[in-house]
Antibody, heavy 117, light 109 residues
Framework: EVQLVESGGGLVQPGGSLRLSCAAS????????MSWVRQAPGKGLEWVAS????????YYVDSVRGRFTISRDNTESSLYLQMSGLRAGDTAMYFC??????????WGQGALVTVSS | QSALTQPRSVSGSPGQSVTISCTGP?????????VSWYQHHPGKAPKLMIY???RRPSGVPDRFSVSNSGNTASLTISGLRTEDEADYYC?????????FGTGTKVTVL
């Protein structure tokens, strides 16, 4: 059974940093692109970042490029999102998701990030 | 990276059909294999419903189907059931990036 479990969410002050983790199981992690998707309160889903199987190709939405870094550890079957320079607008539930082709076939339950003073 | 356009809400009675449109640049939505659809019950993980033009993952009922025309993809839910009440999002690959639709709330009356 595929499982994606996010952790690391919490309350952080504006300008602060936070690192999200996603523990993957039930599939061969290093065979798949992975992604982070977020949902701000009362808003829709927003793709944030994607990373290739070997970690050498990464893409970001414009609003986080230069502040967020997606990474992965294939030996640990884990995905990460290092977030810095956090803003109130980054407040959201962050979902880890697995790609299959051009779609996201499995998602985690999410980790809540709140940016507030 | 503008979001794809969806109606804010649609509604129908049990047993009826509802259709959700998803409109965007032809380079995104017009390449139909790039478009996928997700169901999201608040507080839960989003669920893939349709991918690769009109394919359904195992366990998704055939009440869910997609039609495509030009730069619009449309998700139809036939035989509406109470458990179909949720938010629905289209999403398209956009040349290394991904763009979600604005989301549609489906209400079962």
């Amino acid at each position: 059974e595929v499982q994606l479990v996010e952790s690391g969410g919490g309350l952080v002050q504006p300008g602060g940093s936070l690192r999200l983790s996603c523990a993957a199981s039930g599939f061969t992690f290093n065979n798949y692109w992975m992604s982070w998707v977020r949902q701000a309160p009362g808003k829709g889903l927003e793709w944030v970042a994607s990373i290739r199987q070997d970690g050498n190709e990464k893409y970001y939405v414009d609003s986080v490029r230069g502040r967020f870094t997606i990474s992965r550890d294939n030996t640990e079957s884990s995905l990460y999102l290092q977030m810095s320079g956090l803003r109130a607008g980054d407040t959201a539930m962050y979902f880890c998701a697995k790609y299959d082709g051009y779609s996201l076939d499995y998602w985690g339950q999410g980790a809540l990030v709140t940016v507030s003073s | 990276q503008s979001a794809l356009t969806q109606p804010r809400s649609v509604s129908g009675s049990p047993g009826q059909s509802v259709t959700i449109s998803c409109t965007g640049p032809s380079s995104y939505v017009g390449t139909y294999k790039y478009v996928s659809w997700y169901q999201h019950h608040p507080g839960k993980a989003p669920k893939l419903m349709i991918y690769d033009v009109n394919r359904r993952p195992s366990g998704v009922p055939d009440r869910f189907s997609v039609s495509n025309s030009g730069n619009t993809a449309s998700l139809t839910i036939s035989g509406l059931r109470t458990e179909d009440e949720a938010d629905y999002y289209c999403c398209s690959f956009a040349g290394s990036l991904y763009v979600f639709g604005t989301g549609t709330k489906v209400t079962v009356l």
